[in-house]
């Protein structure tokens, strides 16, 4: 079964460009995560999906960030326009809907690192 | 809010030695904690979790006791090897009463673990 997928892995952009991420989920999780590591810092999480709906986006940062997840499959992040306190590495996890467990194991994809100059 | 806390890094140490990489919590509710690892070039992976109090987690010869009365999740491992060499992150999870999990994760800032020979 493949694991969760990130492209591209890496991306380099000027201040005031565009870069949109892709993140595609294992198969059959309706839970999609997006989180950030910035400069060496924390994992900080941005938003959860659950299916094509937004079930948490409280850490996104600010209005220049858009994810969508159109039919419940892969997901975008679009960042317009980039600044240059948004380089850093992106990853996308991906969990199955918890049931009766407490806990709800999320299986990371490999992460893109954005560099914005 | 929710805040993890770990040891600072790096942290270098010889092949066969003991390993301890600390590691405590602020959090409210009943949250799980987890260890994930990140080899280079790789996604996180869940190395290990505890759901509630007591509890220990272990994988791999990694161990971790959740602790309430510290709020503590301490990661050992008796004897490491060169394999070992990865960034370890603490997390936690926040769950309800009924076990219901919230879903994102809150992490630590990592802890880089090197192994020599």
């Known amino acids: 079964e493949a694991g969760v997928t990130q492209f591209p892995s890496h991306s380099v952009i000027e201040k005031g460009q565009t870069v949109t991420l892709r993140c595609d989920p294992i198969?059959?999780?309706?839970?999609l995560y997006w989180y950030r590591r910035v400069m060496g810092k924390e994992i900080k999480f941005l938003l959860h999906f659950v299916k094509e709906s937004k079930q948490d986006e409280s850490g996104m940062p600010n209005n220049r960030f858009l994810a969508e997840r159109t039919g419940g499959t892969y997901s975008t992040l679009k960042v317009q326009p980039a600044e240059l306190e948004d380089s850093g590495v992106y990853f996308c996890a991906s969990s199955l809907q918890p049931q009766g467990p407490p806990y709800n194991e999320q299986f990371f994809g490999p992460g893109t690192r954005l560099t914005v100059l | 809010g929710n805040s993890v806390t770990q040891m600072e890094g790096p942290v270098t140490l010889s092949e066969e030695a003991f390993l301890t990489i600390n590691c405590t919590y602020t959090?409210?509710?009943?949250?799980?904690l987890f260890w994930y690892v990140q080899y280079p070039g790789e996604g996180l992976q869940l190395l290990l979790k505890?759901?509630?109090?007591?509890d220990k987690g272990s994988n791999k010869g990694f161990e971790a006791t959740y602790r309430k009365e510290t709020t503590s999740f301490h990661l050992e491992k008796g004897s490491v090897q060169v394999s070992d060499s990865a960034v370890y992150f603490c997390?936690?999870?926040?769950?309800?009463?009924?076990?219901?999990?919230?879903?994102?994760?809150?992490f630590g800032q990592g802890t880089i673990l090197t192994v020599h020979p």
């Open positions: 198969s059959g999780h309706d839970n």
């Open positions: 959090a409210t509710g009943y949250p799980s």
């Open positions: 997390a936690l999870s926040r769950a309800n009463a009924g076990g219901t999990s919230y879903g994102k994760l809150t």
């Open positions: 505890a759901t509630k109090a007591d």
